[in-house]
């Protein structure tokens, strides 16, 4: 399990991969580049290992994008699952994909980020916590709850992406996108503590 965790990570972070994730992904996405300048900015300080920054930055647009993303009505709270409506395309292999894909950040939203946890010494990630100001344990900025708001960044994404059926052809680039992620992963790769 480490071997996979550690290609999962390593695959995952690759300047390469993030400059294409964020160019022809969280820029393009209707939804998703309203966040863009935020996630970027969290990526960057992500690489930079100042996870307090990322996660105080990213705990926040994970909200709204859901709220968006799931169509959630004024009035009612969009961390709450049974308020979302699942988008829905015609074919039911895309559906089924969003399906899947809800699951997994809805089991995320109730265990995990929106669960309330009054314990101030907890290393869990979760909104409560970090909106009262009641984290008295540093270790709760820790690259593993950095990793799952993105990785619950790019589920958000994923579930846009398919939902307008251009996942994953939307990885098909430009020449003006090649120079963009040409640019992007050099400035991460300069940003990148080791």
């Known amino acids: 399990l480490r071997i996979v965790t550690r290609l999962i990570y390593k695959n995952c972070m690759d300047c390469h991969f993030r400059a294409n994730m964020i160019v022809l992904g969280f820029m393009k996405q209707p939804i998703a580049k309203k966040f863009s300048l935020e996630i970027e900015n969290g990526l960057l300080n992500f690489y930079k290992l100042d996870f307090l920054s990322t996660i105080s930055q990213w705990i926040y647009i994970i909200e709204g994008y859901m709220k968006?993303?799931?169509?959630v009505q004024n009035g009612q709270s969009s961390i709450d699952p049974d308020n979302w409506n699942i988008p829905e395309t015609d074919d039911p292999h895309y559906d089924n994909i969003i399906s899947n894909f809800t699951e997994s950040?809805?089991?995320?939203?109730?265990?995990?980020?929106f669960c309330k946890n009054y314990?101030?010494?907890?290393?869990?990630?979760?909104?409560?916590?970090?909106?009262?100001g009641k984290i008295s344990n540093k270790e709760f900025f820790s690259q593993?709850?950095?990793?799952?708001?993105?990785?619950?960044?790019?589920t958000l994404l994923a579930i846009e992406m398919v939902k307008k059926k251009?996942?994953?052809?939307?990885?098909?680039?430009?020449?003006?996108?090649?120079?963009?992620?040409?640019?992007?992963?050099?400035i991460y790769q300069n940003e990148l503590s080791l």
Do not use: G, W, Y
């Open 68 to 71: 968006i993303i799931f169509n």
């Open 105 to 113: 950040l809805s089991l995320f939203s109730k265990n995990v980020l």
């Open 119 to 132: 314990d101030s010494n907890s290393i869990d990630l979760n909104r409560h916590l970090l909106l009262h």
């Open 144 to 154: 593993s709850n950095a990793l799952k708001l993105l990785f619950a960044l790019d």
């Open 166 to 186: 251009v996942f994953p052809a939307v990885f098909s680039c430009t020449k003006q996108d090649t120079k963009m992620i040409e640019n992007r992963k050099v």
